[in-house]
């Protein structure tokens, strides 16, 4: 199928707590797993990606993991912050046929951080 | 900033109308893409143009009418629109091969 499944859709955590947010993936030739992370009025802004030759990747206070075994990533954000709260989504990245590639979403994960 | 900047942030139109959304980048990125933001849903994808030749049309509508005249800009034309319409319209561009980046977006409603 078409879709990338994500959970959980809502999630709120106290401030300092870490976040942790899954996908599952449906296509085992995607080898590019970006995530965003949308704030309100705004449009999504890329935050870390992490491609299929990589197991994890670390970017400031963000982790990635990527099994290809079982076509799960989840996303972790350490010592959050109010500017945290946005909604974050994964995707995967799928070739066209006719030239190009796309990029196909999860239904995305409210994250609320509560002071 | 992200570098792809969307005109206009907001507008109304009824279901009669024409108008024009427009999607801009000097980032020398040569893929564009349109995709729909509706509450509730995922992003959906509807066109995609690389090196200003559409390669995806994602059953879009033909009241939605894209154009690209040049790797910079990118344009979607609306007639005729419906109420189920309105959405967030956002636009993407892409670097060589991976990633993408969105512009702010346009917040359609259709009265």
């Known amino acids: 199928g078409e879709n990338v499944e994500q959970h959980p859709s809502t999630l709120s955590v106290q401030e300092g707590d870490s976040a942790v947010i899954k996908c599952t993936y449906s296509d085992s030739a995607s080898n590019y797993f970006p995530w965003y992370k949308q704030e309100l009025g705004k449009g999504p802004q890329l935050i870390i990606d992490?491609?299929?030759?990589?197991d994890k990747r670390q970017g400031q206070r963000v982790t990635v993991l990527l099994n290809k075994t079982v076509k799960h990533l989840s996303l972790q954000i350490a010592a959050t912050q109010p500017g945290d709260s946005a909604v974050y989504f994964c995707a995967e990245k799928r070739e066209l046929t006719g030239g190009g590639n796309k990029l196909t979403f999860g239904t995305g994960t409210q994250l609320k951080v509560e002071l | 900033e992200t570098g792809v900047t969307q005109t206009p942030r907001h507008l109304v139109m009824g279901m009669t109308n024409k108008k024009s959304l427009k999607c801009e980048q000097h980032?020398?990125?040569?893929?564009m893409y349109w995709y729909k933001q509706s509450a509730k849903k995922p992003l959906e994808l509807m066109f995609v143009y690389n090196f200003k030749e559409q390669t995806e049309n994602n059953s879009v509508p033909s009241r939605f009418s894209p154009e690209c005249p040049n790797s910079s800009h990118l344009f979607l034309h609306l007639h005729t629109l419906q109420p189920e319409d309105s959405a967030l319209y956002l636009c993407a561009s892409r670097t060589a091969d991976y990633e993408q980046y969105f512009g702010p977006g346009t917040r359609l409603t259709v009265t």
């Open positions: 980032l020398g990125h040569n893929a």
């Open positions: 992490i491609r299929s030759n990589m």
